[in-house]
């Protein structure tokens, strides 16, 4: 039974921050992009950019001063070359003179009106073949920024597609809330989460609207109710009927071919938080979900939390 949840999805402020260390429990298990090994590491290194991309990171808090006196090698090389270096010294001193950027006492950043004040200069950059992207990620180590500076002409030159997947102007509003943060998720992308509790009976009785919108525009929906009804008999352990990862993990794979044909990947991921119970010890929760990435979108996006990528130790439900 396939009935539209218009509750799944939950509608956030882009401005909402998690502080550096408030999640003192959780392991940031998020994974680089695969085929982008020439690129540049960012957000501690649990996201890569491919080459034809210039990075330039931003200090959450009162960190307009360094954009505006300060750009990366990189960046400045890029710009350079693009005759870009007047709009971008424009652009930066916007940025740090527009006081509604930040907060006034902490000065973190409004990640809307420093959108807002790019907006401005997006044409100019465009008009010589750079994008840019304000992006964010956030997990246990804090909350990263950077910008992105795309050489749209080299990506075309080498063939390579490349969408920044952390665009905080291209997220969809859709959350998954965790114990110690939010993860978002881009135009593109569509996620299901897969309850702790009662998690079978949810999965087959509502179907996310992103998730539903993406099987209908290609053609999926039969091959997803297919899918569903596998997960729910198949994708459990034997005893407690609770998700077993590694059964997830066989059966996505199964019909990961299904989905390519028709220009859609799927990912089963999970994310392992600790809570402590202070002087009683703790337990470790298991959060997971599936993404379903339209491909023509997101080109180059990777999953956030691939199960593929790391094992489920003992799963407290």
């Not at 003192?24 to 491919?50: I, K, L, Q």
């Not at 990640?111 to 907006?119: A, E, K, N, P, R």
Request: one cysteine or more; proline letters at 3%; charged letters at 30%.
């Amino acid at each position: 039974m396939t009935i539209t949840d218009t509750n799944q999805v939950v509608e956030t402020k882009i401005e909402d921050e998690y502080n550096v260390g408030e999640g003192e429990g959780e392991e940031d298990d998020g994974t680089a992009n695969e085929g982008f090994e020439d690129g540049t590491e960012v957000a501690s290194g649990s996201y890569v950019v491919p080459k034809e991309v210039a990075v330039e990171e931003l200090a959450n808090y009162k960190g307009h001063k360094d954009l505006r006196d300060q750009c990366p090698a990189a960046v400045r090389n890029m710009l350079e070359e693009k005759d870009l270096i007047p709009t971008y010294d424009k652009f930066v001193k916007t940025i740090a003179d527009t006081k509604e950027t930040r907060g006034s006492i902490l000065g973190k950043w409004k990640d809307q009106q420093f959108i807002s004040v790019l907006d401005q200069f997006r044409d100019d950059f465009t008009a010589k073949g750079v994008k840019v992207a304000l992006c964010k990620r956030k997990s246990g180590k804090g909350t990263h920024r950077w910008l992105e500076f795309i050489d749209v002409d080299k990506l075309e030159e080498n063939g390579r597609s490349y969408v920044p997947q952390y665009d905080v102007a291209n997220l969809s509003g859709q959350v998954i809330k965790t114990a110690y943060t939010k993860l978002q998720f881009p135009n593109g992308v569509a996620a299901e989460e897969l309850k702790q509790w009662k998690g079978r009976d949810k999965l087959n009785e509502k179907i996310p609207i992103y998730v539903e919108k993406m099987m209908q525009e290609h053609d999926l929906l039969n091959e997803y109710d297919q899918m569903v009804k596998h997960v729910i008999e198949a994708g459990v352990g034997s005893r407690f009927k609770n998700w077993n990862i590694e059964k997830l993990k066989e059966l996505i794979e199964e019909y990961k071919p299904m989905f390519s044909s028709k220009g859609v990947d799927i990912f089963v991921c999970h994310k392992q938080e600790y809570i402590s119970h202070g002087q009683y010890g703790g337990h470790v929760e298991n959060f997971r979900w599936i993404e379903f990435v339209d491909r023509a979108e997101q080109p180059s996006y990777q999953p956030q939390r691939d199960a593929e990528t790391k094992d489920e130790g003992c799963a407290v439900m």
